[in-house]
């Protein structure tokens, strides 16, 4: 038997407590399940039943709450992680849950990649989509698989469409050629071009400039 010495409601998650027993933190819990069974400071509890307890009602929440994440918008595992991390769940309450979405497919960090460069092409290059997907917790590995058979003729032309745009603007405010190429240069090294994409658009761009 144990005495619970204190009940800490969680700061990031008004729903989940800490439970402390003998004077040391023992786990967290539901605050609906601390009502069920009565728990409460200075109350003698069976450790062993009211930890599986616990665990098994956290199990079922923690699957439960990142289900609901992935309903709203596809994640990648690092991202649910973090979002049950900060809801206050445990770690093998979140090893669980990532276990099961995997297993179900609903999380899938190749698949992840996969539509986010698809998606991502149209407005920024190939080199800040990787720096997005590493930020997000996606493997090296899959980032580079993915991009391997990246069509390099495919984003050098929406580079140049998405340059164009941008030089209508830079000629509004400058003339000089030499500054309007500078400008555009450090417009796409932004927007994630590598330096050979980048140079080949701006290039070719001045050159239609010249001739128009």
């Known amino acids: 038997m144990a005495k619970i010495t204190k009940i800490?409601?969680?700061?990031?998650?008004?729903?989940?407590?800490?439970?402390f027993l003998d004077d040391e933190y023992a786990f967290s819990i539901s605050a609906e399940l601390v009502?069920?069974?009565?728990?409460?400071?200075?109350?003698?509890?069976?450790?062993?039943?009211?930890?599986?307890?616990a665990e098994n009602e956290s199990f079922i929440r923690c699957k439960e709450a990142a289900l609901r994440s992935i309903e709203k918008a596809y994640k990648t595992e690092k991202e649910i992680r973090d979002k049950l991390r900060l809801?206050?769940?445990?770690e093998n309450a979140i090893d669980y849950s990532i276990e099961f979405?995997?297993?179900?497919?609903?999380?899938?960090?190749?698949?992840?990649?996969?539509?986010?460069?698809?998606?991502?092409?149209k407005s920024m290059g190939s080199q800040k989509i990787k720096y997005s997907l590493i930020q997000k917790g996606v493997s090296r590995d899959i980032i580079d698989e993915e991009l391997y058979d990246l069509d390099k003729e495919n984003e050098k032309n929406i580079a140049l469409n998405i340059a164009k745009k941008k030089l209508n603007l830079i000629k509004g405010k400058e003339s000089d050629n030499y500054k309007i190429s500078g400008k555009l240069f450090r417009y796409l090294i932004s927007k994630g071009y590598g330096a050979d994409i980048t140079n080949e658009v701006v290039k070719e761009i001045m050159l239609l400039e010249e001739f128009e």
């Open 35 to 53: 009502y069920k069974e009565g728990l409460k400071v200075n109350k003698e509890i069976n450790f062993e039943e009211i930890k599986s307890l």
């Open 87 to 90: 809801k206050g769940y445990e």
């Open 8 to 19: 800490e409601v969680q700061k990031r998650n008004k729903e989940r407590v800490n439970l």
């Open 101 to 121: 979405l995997t297993k179900y497919n609903f999380l899938n960090d190749k698949n992840y990649a996969k539509a986010f460069i698809k998606d991502k092409l």
